[in-house]
């Protein structure tokens, strides 16, 4: 069975502050329409090592797990890194991104939700 790696529940809240942070200053500040509606905040970078070519993931917000199969040929236990972004729309959270690198090559780049 794969082990799942997980994103910090408390760096999911930071983006999520972070959000609303920005779209009540964009409302403030009567900013364009578009300005305020679509926003995407990094949350976090955690490093994640291949198993079978792939590397699985816990996604929060109700997002599920998935296991992400990798387009080019790694052993397994290569380290690569997994980021993840929270999608929002006027401050709330819409959907989640993920994007995962090894050696510095973004190999998997994909969004769950509306991003």
Do not use: W
């Amino acid at each position: 069975m794969s082990d799942f790696y997980s994103f910090s529940d408390e760096a999911v809240h930071a983006a999520l502050e972070s959000a609303k942070q920005n779209f009540n200053r964009a409302d403030s500040l009567v900013a364009s329409p578009a300005a305020s509606e679509l926003l995407s905040v990094g949350a976090e970078c955690i490093s994640v090592s291949t198993q079978g070519n792939q590397v699985c993931i816990n996604l929060p917000l109700g997002f599920g797990q998935h296991c992400f199969s990798l387009p080019i040929t790694v052993p397994s236990g290569s380290v690569g890194q997994a980021c993840l972004s929270i999608c929002t729309k006027f401050g709330l959270p819409t959907g989640v991104r993920i994007t995962i690198t090894f050696a510095g090559v973004t190999v998997i780049n994909q969004a769950f939700g509306l991003c």
